[in-house]
């Protein structure tokens, strides 16, 4: 059987560079790989709705968002399907069967969604669909039979939740669905990319992001602000480097040959950082080289981005295309599903028959 990839965003807002180096720059370089037979890439807009319940509108609008910035970043809908989840009526139908194979308890027990319902100060008001979104999730991924979902690392729960459910799913009724594996990003700093602010993770409602949309002034608006070590007062000073956002970035954008360009005084990263715990490097320093360092990597994606904005209706079309093909596969799996399940009544007359059987004398 062939590798399959399905993964997707909530379009809540754009996508930044914490989303960037978490994920999307990895799933450009898989659909580059040439080894897979399908991708899919989903706009979880449902899945949005789980806890933006009113407000429909904020999800509405930053569908064409999240697809420019796809495509900005590289997605290629010539090698991979792009769709919008709400349009794939198959996924709710799985959820519904699915949600009879996991506990409350053990949604209850979801690190991710227990974070977020922290997070949001959801308390007692949890929305049921909010609370039950992984299991929405494993339909996303199992519609499609994917094999590798690359995600950021906080979605590992979602997809260990999902092969549990799979697992179970195939116990109780057959083979069918495709236990999937996550591809997170190997780099640490990746992993978890901090806000400007050095705080937590980048996050639309903290404020502390930079956007792959963002122009070079506001890239560089942004690193200049952002937060170092706080003790590092003087040039002279000794600086900390650990859990300066500067060198986090650094750490999750710098390449060696960086340093011949733009930073020739320095061998490499490790030398710059020497030089920071020595003291006698100024912050403004590290800062400009950063400022150099991103725009190489969002230079291009920022010039693609502004061509596609001339694009919008086709890639509108693009994106509904993409969701009938999509439906396509998810159609065949639920089929599947429901034959596995032996609610498939009106398939063949095989259930008329046993049922017209049962009176038989
Ligand atoms: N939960 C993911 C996020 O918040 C989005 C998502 C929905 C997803 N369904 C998915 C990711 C299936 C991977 C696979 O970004």
Same mark, same amino acid.
């Given at each position: 059987?062939?590798?399959?990839?399905?993964?997707?965003?909530?379009?809540?807002?754009?996508?930044?560079?914490?989303?960037?180096?978490?994920?999307?720059?990895?799933? =450009?370089?898989?659909?580059?790989?040439?080894?897979?037979?399908?991708?899919?890439?989903?706009?979880?807009?449902?899945?949005?709705?789980?806890?933006?319940?009113?407000?429909?509108?904020?999800?509405?609008?930053?569908?064409?968002? &999240?697809?420019? !910035?796809?495509?900005?970043?590289?997605? !290629?809908?010539?090698?991979?399907?792009?769709?919008?989840?709400?349009?794939?009526?198959?996924?709710? *139908?799985?959820?519904?069967? $699915?949600?009879?194979? =996991? @506990?409350?308890?053990?949604?209850?027990?979801?690190?991710? =969604?227990?974070?977020?319902?922290?997070?949001?100060?959801?308390? *007692?008001?949890?929305?049921?669909?909010?609370?039950?979104?992984?299991?929405?999730?494993?339909?996303?991924?199992?519609?499609?039979?994917?094999?590798?979902?690359?995600?950021?690392?906080?979605?590992?729960?979602?997809?260990?939740?999902?092969?549990?459910?799979?697992?179970?799913?195939?116990?109780?009724?057959?083979?069918?669905?495709? *236990?999937?594996?996550?591809?997170?990003?190997?780099? *640490? @700093?990746?992993?978890?990319?901090?806000?400007?602010?050095?705080?937590?993770?980048?996050?639309?409602?903290?404020? #502390?992001?930079?956007?792959?949309?963002?122009?070079?002034?506001? =890239?560089?608006?942004?690193?200049? #602000?952002?937060?170092?070590?706080? #003790?590092?007062?003087?040039?002279?000073?000794?600086?900390?480097?650990?859990?300066?956002?500067?060198?986090?970035?650094?750490?999750?954008?710098?390449?060696?040959?960086?340093?011949?360009? $733009?930073?020739? !005084?320095?061998?490499?990263?490790?030398?710059?950082?020497?030089?920071?715990?020595?003291?006698?490097?100024?912050?403004?320093?590290?800062?400009?080289?950063?400022?150099? &360092?991103?725009?190489?990597?969002?230079?291009?994606?920022?010039?693609?981005?502004?061509?596609?904005?001339?694009?919008?209706?086709?890639?509108?079309?693009?994106?509904?295309?993409?969701?009938?093909?999509?439906?396509?596969?998810?159609?065949?799996?639920?089929?599947?599903?429901?034959?596995?399940?032996?609610?498939?009544?009106?398939?063949?007359?095989?259930?008329?028959?046993?049922?017209?059987?049962?009176?038989?004398?």
């Amino acid at each position: 059987m062939g590798k399959i990839i399905l993964t997707g965003d909530r379009p809540t807002g754009r996508l930044h560079v914490g989303h960037y180096v978490g994920s999307l720059r990895r799933r =450009v370089e898989l659909q580059n790989s040439g080894e897979f037979d399908r991708i899919f890439i989903m706009i979880a807009d449902a899945q949005a709705l789980t806890d933006n319940a009113d407000n429909p509108q904020k999800v509405r609008e930053n569908i064409i968002e &999240v697809a420019l !910035d796809y495509l900005a970043a590289g997605l !290629d809908p010539e090698k991979c399907t792009i769709f919008i989840q709400s349009q794939i009526p198959e996924l709710t *139908e799985l959820t519904f069967y $699915y949600m009879n194979l =996991v @506990t409350v308890a053990r949604l209850h027990r979801n690190p991710t =969604v227990k974070n977020e319902i922290a997070m949001r100060g959801f308390e *007692e008001s949890i929305p049921a669909g909010f609370f039950t979104y992984p299991v929405s999730q494993t339909s996303d991924i199992t519609a499609f039979k994917a094999t590798t979902v690359p995600v950021g690392e906080d979605q590992l729960p979602m997809i260990e939740q999902a092969r549990e459910i799979v697992r179970r799913f195939n116990m109780t009724y057959g083979e069918v669905l495709v *236990e999937p594996e996550a591809v997170i990003p190997d780099n *640490e @700093t990746c992993k978890r990319l901090p806000g400007t602010d050095g705080k937590a993770k980048m996050s639309k409602s903290l404020g #502390n992001c930079i956007y792959l949309a963002d122009s070079a002034e506001e =890239v560089k608006a942004k690193v200049m #602000n952002m937060y170092t070590d706080p #003790n590092h007062i003087k040039v002279t000073d000794p600086g900390t480097v650990e859990g300066n956002a500067v060198f986090t970035y650094l750490d999750a954008f710098c390449k060696p040959e960086h340093f011949p360009k $733009y930073l020739p !005084d320095y061998e490499n990263l490790d030398a710059l950082k020497d030089h920071y715990r020595r003291g006698g490097l100024g912050d403004v320093k590290i800062k400009r080289f950063l400022c150099a &360092v991103l725009e190489e990597e969002l230079a291009p994606i920022r010039a693609r981005r502004a061509e596609l904005q001339k694009q919008i209706p086709e890639i509108l079309e693009m994106l509904r295309k993409g969701s009938i093909e999509a439906q396509k596969t998810a159609a065949a799996t639920l089929a599947e599903v429901k034959a596995a399940m032996r609610i498939n009544y009106f398939d063949d007359d095989t259930w008329v028959k046993e049922q017209a059987g049962k009176y038989q004398a």
